[in-house]
C-alpha cells in the first residue's frame, strides 16, 4: 500500500503541491510542460518533505511517468472506478492506473461532483479502492457559495468527510489527502481568506480526529496562486495545495514550490 504520510498531528506533515491538469492540456503539451518542470526542478532541488505530484488526464500519464521516474515528482490520476474490471465503458480501474505508473489518484472534485453528478456513496467506494489497492488518495470536499451564505458550511464538510472517512481503518487514513476547496473559489479567481482557510482546515482536522485515530493532511486549492500562496501555505493547518490554473506554467508552479518550503 501506498502510505501518503505518516504524520500524527497537525505540525508534522509534508508539504504538498499537487498539480491538476485537469482536461486543460493535449498530451504533447503535457510532455512540454513536464520537461519544463524537470529542467526547474534541475536548479531547485526539492527537499524530502515536499512533495510534487502531477494529476495529468488519463492519456497522459504514461509518459509523464517514464519522463520523471527517478525524480521527485510523482503522477497520478484526476479519478478511477472503484470496481477492478467489467462492464464499466469509458472507466479506468485502480490496478489500471498504477499500471501506467500512477501513485495517487484525485477523488470527488467538484467539477465531478457537479458535471457528472458523482454522490457521496460513490466517492465513498472511490476513496476505498483506491486505497486498498495501493494509491495515495487525495478526496476534495468544499461548499458551494449557496451553501456558505446559508451557514452551512461546517454541515457540508462533516457531511463529506464522515461518509468517505468512515469505512476507513486508520492504517487506510494514512494514505488519504484531503483538499479543502470552496467550490467558488475554483477557477474563478476569487481566492478564499486566510481566516476562512484556517477555520475550515482546522475544522476539517477536527472532524478526522473524532472519526478516527489516524491524521490526514489538509490541502488548500481554489486559484491558489503565487501572490496568494505565501500567506496561504505559512497557514499552520495548511499542509499544501490542489493547484488547477498556476499549475499550467513551471513558472508558477515553482514560486508555488518555493512559497511551500517558505512556510514549511
Ligand atoms: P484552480 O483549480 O487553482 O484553477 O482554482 C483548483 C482545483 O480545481 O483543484
Avoid at 11 to 24: D, R, T
Wanted: aromatic share 6%; net charge negative.
Amino acid at each position: 500500500m501506498t502510505t501518503a504520510h505518516s504524520g500524527t498531528d497537525m505540525q508534522s506533515f509534508p508539504c504538498y503541491l499537487v498539480a491538476n491538469w485537469k482536461m486543460s492540456l493535449s498530451t504533447r503539451q503535457s510532455l512540454e510542460l513536464a520537461t519544463a518542470l524537470m529542467h526547474e526542478a534541475s536548479m531547485m532541488p526539492i527537499p524530502d518533505d515536499l512533495h510534487t505530484w502531477i494529476a495529468p488526464s488519463f492519456l497522459a500519464i504514461p509518459d509523464i511517468a517514464r519522463k520523471v521516474a527517478g525524480t521527485r515528482f510523482r503522477v497520478g490520476g484526476q479519478n478511477l472506478w472503484p470496481e477492478q474490471h467489467g462492464a464499466y465503458t469509458g472507466e479506468v480501474s485502480p490496478t489500471q492506473l498504477k499500471e501506467m505508473g500512477a501513485t495517487f489518484v484525485i477523488v470527488g472534485h467538484s467539477e465531478r461532483r457537479s458535471l457528472v453528478h458523482e454522490g457521496e456513496e460513490l466517492i465513498r467506494r472511490k476513496v476505498k479502492s483506491a486505497i486498498t489497492n495501493g494509491l495515495a488518495c487525495i478526496l476534495c470536499i468544499g461548499e458551494t457559495r449557496d451553501e456558505r451564505k446559508a451557514g452551512k458550511t461546517l454541515a457540508v464538510l462533516r457531511s463529506q468527510i464522515t461518509s468517505a472517512v468512515l469505512g476507513l481503518s486508520p492504517h487506510e487514513v494514512r494514505s488519504l489527502l484531503i483538499a479543502y476547496e470552496p467550490v467558488w473559489a475554483i477557477g474563478t479567481g476569487e481566492v478564499a481568506t486566510t481566516e476562512q482557510i484556517a477555520e475550515a482546515h482546522t475544522t476539517i482536522s477536527t472532524i478526522v480526529a473524532e472519526l478516527t485515530t489516524a491524521r490526514c493532511p489538509v490541502l488548500y486549492g481554489g486559484s491558489l496562486k503565487p501572490e496568494n500562496a505565501p500567506e496561504i501555505l505559512a497557514l499552520p493547518s495548511v499542509h499544501g495545495g490542489l493547484i488547477g490554473g498556476a499549475s499550467l506554467q513551471s513558472g508558477s508552479y515553482f514560486e508555488l514550490v518555493r512559497a511551500g518550503l517558505a512556510g514549511m
